[in-house]
């Protein structure tokens, strides 16, 4: 898809992965819409020309505002990044449910919701394209975050069925799974750390902007699947063709104070 002159509505874009793919797709000729907790970031990121609508995405009547003041402002969604998302560290056994409901609330409802709100004009004008920021950790399973490779393992296959939707309607759908990129995602985790080991590992880590120079390059050749950096589909295909030695390496990984066993 030529990203010159469309419309596009990007999610958590008020820092790391969000903010630099308003900035890549801006570069391109993009109309921005961007929305996220912080009006002042949001306007730091997208300029006098975005249209920003601030709120947390947990909230329904916020996705609908965003939806609802992108189209009166534009006349059109061309293309939606569901971007917002946030982790959590806490072993799968013992983590609080209200803090399990928050992140599925944040990491699959709101880009679900987000889908079926830009979903209908899409078909009407036969035409759009959704991208879904996952994980590489929704394509293997980590066991410091366990709970978090679920809500992308789900948004993994929700972007997979939509495929199959909505593909007689023009609508084209992309799934982003990211490696390490160095963003502020452990930082706002809602609870736990990261494994010493896992924070320690900068051997494949990237920038947020090379993440959204990714994502671009996917939009543009109308990709099925973004893995950033490439190297994680080799992780990938390890633990397709191996899964037990997968699993030991992850455990050893694992390992230390901060599993609270």
């Known amino acids: 898809m030529q990203i010159d002159g469309k419309v596009v509505l990007i999610t958590g874009a008020s820092e790391g992965i969000g903010a630099a793919c308003a900035s890549a797709f801006g570069r391109r000729g993009a109309r921005l819409s961007l929305t996220a907790r912080s009006r002042e970031k949001l306007e730091a990121v997208g300029g006098p020309q975005a249209l920003v609508t601030a709120g947390d995405l947990i909230d329904p009547d916020v996705r609908r505002r965003v939806?609802?003041?992108?189209?009166?402002?534009?006349?059109?969604?061309?293309?939606?990044?569901?971007?917002?998302?946030?982790?959590?560290?806490?072993?799968?056994?013992?983590?609080?449910?209200?803090?399990?409901?928050?992140?599925?609330?944040?990491?699959?409802?709101?880009?679900?919701?987000?889908?079926?709100?830009?979903?209908?004009?899409?078909?009407?004008?036969?035409?759009?394209?959704?991208?879904?920021?996952?994980?590489?950790?929704?394509?293997?399973?980590?066991?410091?975050?366990?709970?978090?490779?679920?809500?992308?393992?789900?948004?993994?296959?929700?972007?997979?069925?939509?495929?199959?939707?909505?593909?007689?309607?023009?609508?084209?759908?992309?799934?982003?799974?990211?490696?390490?990129?160095?963003?502020?995602?452990?930082?706002?985790?809602?609870?736990?750390?990261?494994?010493?080991?896992?924070?320690?590992?900068?051997?494949?880590?990237?920038?947020?902007?090379?993440?959204?120079?990714?994502?671009?390059?996917g939009v543009e050749r109308d990709a099925r699947t973004v893995m950033a950096p490439a190297v994680g589909w080799f992780l990938v295909g390890l633990e397709r063709l191996f899964p037990s030695l997968v699993d030991a390496q992850l455990v050893r990984i694992n390992q230390g104070p901060q599993q609270n066993v």
Not at 124 to 142: D, H, L, P
Not at 165 to 183: F, K, M, N, S, Y
């Open 67 to 217: 939806v609802e003041r992108t189209l009166k402002h534009y006349g059109t969604i061309d293309i939606l990044i569901n971007n917002a998302g946030v982790g959590l560290y806490t072993p799968s056994w013992r983590a609080p449910m209200p803090l399990v409901r928050r992140m599925l609330e944040l990491n699959f409802f709101a880009p679900l919701e987000m889908i079926q709100l830009v979903a209908p004009p899409m078909r009407n004008q036969r035409s759009g394209m959704i991208v879904n920021v996952s994980s590489i950790a929704g394509k293997v399973t980590f066991p410091w975050l366990t709970l978090y490779s679920a809500s992308k393992y789900a948004l993994n296959s929700l972007g997979d069925g939509l495929r199959m939707e909505l593909r007689q309607c023009g609508i084209r759908v992309v799934t982003v799974c990211p490696g390490h990129v160095t963003t502020g995602f452990s930082g706002h985790a809602l609870e736990g750390r990261v494994p010493e080991r896992v924070a320690r590992t900068r051997r494949f880590a990237i920038t947020a902007e090379q993440c959204a120079e990714a994502i671009a390059r």
